[in-house]
């Protein structure tokens, strides 16, 4: 459930595939509400603009979060696989996620219980020495921002969400912005 600051929420929702986590945070939006959406994949975009074309509320947007300038949100939800980027990569998209909370927001995103240890196990040394350089920084935002997390034992396989906020100034402003998120793409 996306919280209610008791006015118009901007929310993101980042990596929304297919939309089925899309159908939640749409169902508890308002009427005044705003829900951005940013999907790499263009098949996955053009899907979601078919299924949400009449719905106001929604601006869809294509290309990688890194290609876009971003508003200012009360709640960002993100489903990227975190475990399929290099170090450098996770902490760009952190910080200009965490950077974009408006004060009390919060970021929340999903994981898959196992998915590191079947990673590490399966990869060759190169992708396992990736793999942990990013799981690494991963953990030290998680040890900085996290505020909760669950465990979502119902969902196959099972997933731990995290639920951070900021805690400070990001640590790193190298990406340069390609686009104006508050702009709706065609």
């Given amino acids: 459930m996306i ?20 159908r ?5 939006l308002g009427g005044l509400d705003t829900l951005d ?10 899907l979601l603009r078919h299924t949400y074309a009449g ?25 990227l696989p975190f475990a399929n980027f290099d170090a450098r990569t996770i902490e760009e998209i952190f910080d200009r ?15 898959y219980v196992g998915g590191e240890t079947l990673r590490r196990t399966l990869a060759d040394a190169a992708d ?12 030290r935002i998680l040890r900085r ?19 951070l906020a900021p805690a400070g100034p990001p640590a790193h402003s190298e990406w340069a912005p390609t686009c104006d998120c508050r702009e709706t793409s065609p």
């Fill in 145 to 163: 921002h996290t505020f909760r997390t669950e465990t979502v034992l119902g969902n196959l396989p099972p997933a731990r969400v995290h639920h």
């Fill in 3 to 22: 919280p209610n600051p008791g006015r118009s929420r901007a929310v993101l929702e980042v990596g929304p595939g297919t939309g089925a986590v899309t």
């Fill in 97 to 111: 996620l965490l950077g974009s909370l408006r004060p009390g927001g919060t970021l929340s995103f999903f994981g």
């Fill in 37 to 46: 959406l940013i999907e790499a994949n263009p098949r996955f975009a053009a």
């Fill in 55 to 79: 719905d106001p509320r929604l601006r869809i947007h294509t290309g990688l979060i890194q290609e876009h300038e971003l508003a200012s949100y009360d709640t960002i939800v993100c489903g």
């Fill in 128 to 139: 396992r020495e990736r793999t942990l350089a990013g799981l690494g920084v991963l953990r």
């Fill in 24 to 28: 939640y945070i749409t169902d508890s």
